[in-house]
């Protein structure tokens, strides 16, 4: 497993905004211009309208990848896939609150692989939902956009959201979980996410 950075903020750009025709290439550039990990949304066509990429893909990326690989399921029954995702090379698997009824055994599952585990929220999902599974997770993905499609204008309440979600965490004593952000972060708000938590 490729351990997560220690410096942050962490940058981890997005797998899809990869041409996916020199994905080796794609991969070495992303790490020489200095990124922390990498991010691979999985999408089934059932919790989210689009279908991207399966354990195969995420096989090929962790062959290339130095860096960690983050990826992040946005599908139905995530339980399911367990296994064939950790065993791909995944560094991390982050699922959805919304998409798992017992978090917190996928949670456990996810960790019995020997790999970190995350978990996700919709922007229509209150944080507090979190609040008894913080203690088992390393990473929570703060989604900025309806997940689903790229290119979408980032959600401004995201912010007030990161607020809650960090004041959470130190409250609980647990400043080493990592917070993440997918959904329309661009250079002109990534000052205003990193302050806000």
């Not at 991207?52 to 990848?65: F, L, S």
Request: aromatic share 6%.
């Amino acid at each position: 497993m490729r351990p997560f950075p220690t410096v942050r903020p962490i940058i981890a750009p997005s797998f899809l905004s990869c041409d996916f025709s020199r994905i080796g290439e794609e991969i070495l550039r992303m790490e020489e211009a200095g990124a922390d990990m990498l991010h691979i949304d999985v999408m089934d066509g059932r919790f989210v309208p689009n279908i991207t990429v399966g354990p195969v893909v995420v096989e090929a990326v962790a062959r290339c990848a130095r860096t960690p690989i983050d990826v992040h399921l946005m599908i139905v029954e995530p339980d399911r896939y367990i296994e064939a995702f950790a065993g791909s090379g995944a560094d991390v698997l982050t699922v959805h609150w919304e998409a798992s009824p017992h978090v917190h055994r996928t949670i456990e599952a996810i960790h019995a692989r020997g790999i970190a585990a995350g978990v996700s929220i919709n922007p229509a999902t209150p944080v507090s939902v979190l609040e008894d599974v913080l203690p088992f997770v390393d990473l929570v993905l703060v989604m900025s956009v309806n997940p689903g499609f790229g290119g979408q204008e980032f959600i401004r309440h995201s912010l007030e959201r990161l607020r809650k979600l960090r004041a959470l965490l130190k409250e609980r004593g647990l400043s080493d979980v990592l917070v993440e952000v997918d959904g329309g972060v661009r250079g002109e708000n990534a000052r205003d996410l990193v302050t806000a938590g």
